[in-house]
Structure formats: C-alpha cells, structure tokens
C-alpha cells in the first residue's frame, strides 16, 4: 500500500513534443507528490509538487495533473527540450497537517530522452 | 543558492569494513534524511533525524546503520559492517521547517549522493 506506481520505464520524444509520465498510489493518506528530475550522476532535483486539494499545477512547461479520486498523477512536459533528457521520479509522502516531515516514496522513474 | 553537499563522492571499501558518510545539510534546515538509490532502481528511503533523534526508519536501517549529528552542521550515516549488498548511491536530504513553496508542506533537497562500492 505504500508504494508508487510509475510508468513508463522510459520514453522517447521529439523535440518540441509533449513528455507524459504517469503515476498511481494506493495509500489515501498521501498528501503531497513531488516530482524529482535526475542526471546522470547527480542526486535528484525537485521540479514541481503539488497537493491534493488542487487539479493542476502549473510551472513553465512543466505540469502536474491530479486526480485524487483515480489516486493518480502525472507529468506533462510541454515543448520537450533535449536538455530535459534526464529520469524522472515521482514521489509521495504523507503528514502534512501532522506539522513533521515524511518520507518520500519514490515511484521508480523514467527514463526520458528527446529527441532533434 | 544554499545546496546539500556530501562526502565523499565515492567511496570504496572491503566487505565488513565501517564506513562513514558524510552530509551537509542546507544551514537553516531541522529535518535531515537518507536516501539510497542501487543502481538503476528507485530511490528508497533510509531514514529521518529531526531534533537530534531518528523521527522514522525503514526496513533497510537495521542495526548495522546509525546516523549521527556530531556538530551543527554535519550528518553522518554510518555502517558498522559493511555487506556486498549495501553498494549504492546514498543520498543526503534536507528539508526545512516552514517550506518554501506549497504551505505547510516539507520540501526536500538532496545532495550529489556518495557512490559507496563494497568489494
């Protein structure tokens, strides 16, 4: 019950095209679901988060559907840029009105390359 | 822009040999994590430390691990024994009281990671 879902395992889009990574969680106590971008190498950077009183985030070309009844989530990378070829995991943790900080759960990423 | 950093950025070792890494969380911070990530997997959670106790742990932080803050500005994880299995990248995080974006919410910043190989 703890765990993330995330698919794909890894996708290839072409420059200027919309990246779509999805993912699902079972536990409903869950109230927060970042998502972390990673480079070879280094340690996973946080792109954009959102919490589930909110549909949609927006942030540049980078968006984060909610849809709490589904207990799902997505990214969307609009106007994909080679530079955003990295992994992306998404994440989720529980306790933020408890006022302590919870652990992530990481779904188990994907791979993103685009494309010229 | 304040960062996590960490050290060493790879770290070699025999099996059953103690290894410590070593973390600077950003300066006004209070709660601290570990992070490992086996190559190619997801990233799993270790444990927290806020107000110098372990505030949760996971299945993976037996006895064999222990985390320390020794002063005011670093963290340590230590493993006692060191086995094949535990090679991985760990991951130092950080988060601060208030967070700085979504209200109330406990944004966490990791660090490059240590590469730890046990041979």
């Known amino acids: 019950q703890q765990q993330v879902k995330q698919s794909p395992q890894s996708l290839i889009v072409q420059k200027g095209g919309i990246s779509i990574i999805n993912c699902a969680y079972e536990?409903?106590?869950?109230?927060?679901f970042p998502w972390y971008q990673q480079f070879p190498g280094k340690g996973p950077a946080l792109l954009i988060a959102?919490?589930?009183?909110?549909s949609e985030k927006k942030e540049g070309r980078f968006t984060i559907s909610f849809n709490k009844s589904a207990k799902q989530f997505s990214l969307h990378i609009m106007d994909s840029q080679p530079g955003d070829s990295a992994t992306y995991f998404c994440?989720?943790?529980?306790?933020?009105?408890?006022?302590?900080?919870?652990?992530?759960?990481f779904g188990t990423g994907t791979r993103l390359q685009v494309t010229l | 822009e304040p960062e996590v950093t960490q050290t060493p950025s790879h770290q070699v070792t025999q099996m059953g040999q103690e290894v410590i890494l070593r973390c600077v969380p950003i300066?006004?911070?209070?709660?601290f994590y570990w992070y490992r990530q086996i190559l190619g997997q997801k990233v799993e959670f270790l444990v927290s430390?806020?107000?110098?106790?372990?505030?949760?742990k996971s299945e993976i932080f037996d006895d064999q691990f222990s985390v320390e803050r020794p002063d005011g500005s670093n963290f340590t994880l230590k493993i006692r024994s060191t086995k094949l299995e535990d090679s991985a990248m760990y991951f130092c995080?950080?988060?601060?009281?208030f967070g700085r974006g979504l209200a109330g919410t406990y944004e966490q910043y990791f660090g490059p990671g240590t590469r730890l190989t046990v041979t």
């Open positions: 536990n409903t106590a869950f109230d927060y």
């Open positions: 995080a950080s988060s601060d009281l």
């Open positions: 430390f806020y107000n110098n106790e372990i505030s949760e």
């Open positions: 300066s006004n911070h209070l709660y």
């Open positions: 959102i919490r589930p009183d909110v």
């Open positions: 994440a989720a943790s529980g306790g933020i009105n408890t006022g302590t900080a919870s652990k992530l759960t």
